[in-house]
């Protein structure tokens, strides 16, 4: 087997992250088909790497990539997003029980850290909407950082993209914001005091919340 060029796989790396983040931003529309040389002019990038950052994405269930036909952004549908934050709730509250059980005082610590952050970014999340979406990110990783799975972080982070691609396209609700920032809070304090059971209940509850704004998009199906 030959083996790639560290530059290209890098350059591909890098390309993936790029194309993932306007997936999730929303910046191409649900069941657009992919042009290839739009995207190579798009991102700056040869044929090749394009094509093995597409095929990296087609596996994670971002893209869907057609027999001979080329790669297209997936529809959206209510039974799709239902049945992600349903595997979601099973897969992350798992994770995080797992986390709860094997945590440590730095496992702690980072929690604590990426909750100071998040909470910093939420008065700010109208001027810098990009901000908040990294720090949220990474105190839901943080949650589950300590679960010692390394497949099961994959398949959280997998989920979590997704996921976050439909609450993106979702209208703004302040009502819900509040609660989830409020939830935020009990779910760390739950999480380092050990309640594993409560924890798990009340990130589940978490997931329902933030997809219900989503579930509106598909009011009329």
């Known amino acids: 087997m030959i083996e790639q060029a560290p530059e290209t796989t890098t350059i ?12 999730i931003k929303g910046e191409f529309v649900p069941g657009e088909k992919l ?4 995207m190579c002019e798009r991102y700056q990038v040869g044929n090749s790497p ?5 095929t990296k994405l087609a596996a994670t269930g971002l ?3 057609e027999n001979q036909r080329g790669f297209r952004i ?18 992350e509250v798992a994770a995080l029980k797992m986390a709860i059980a094997k945590g440590d005082d730095s496992w702690e610590a980072e929690i604590l ?4 952050q ?6 700010q999340e109208i001027t810098d909407k990009a901000q908040w979406e990294r720090r949220h990110t990474r105190f839901h990783n943080a949650l589950i950082s300590a ?15 997704q996921f976050d691609r439909y609450r993106r396209l979702a209208p703004s609700d302040t009502k819900i914001r509040n609660q989830l920032d409020e939830q935020h809070r009990e779910i760390m304090r739950l999480a380092m005091s050990r309640e594993s059971e409560k924890a798990g209940e009340l990130l589940a509850e978490h997931i329902k919340l933030s997809a219900k704004s989503a579930m509106a998009l598909f009011i009329n199906e």
Request: proline share 3%; hydrophobic share 40%; glycine share 2%.
């Open 12 to 23: 591909s790396n890098n390309i993936y992250q790029l194309i993932r983040l306007d997936i």
């Open 35 to 38: 042009q290839i040389k739009q």
């Open 50 to 54: 394009l094509r093995e950052a597409l």
């Open 63 to 65: 893209i869907a990539q």
């Open 74 to 91: 997936p529809l959206v549908s209510h039974k799709d997003l239902a049945d992600i934050c349903s595997s979601r709730i099973h897969i």
């Open 113 to 116: 850290a990426q909750f100071h």
């Open 118 to 123: 998040l909470q910093k970014s939420q008065q």
């Open 147 to 161: 679960c010692d799975s390394p497949s099961l972080l994959g398949f959280c982070n997998i989920l979590h993209d």
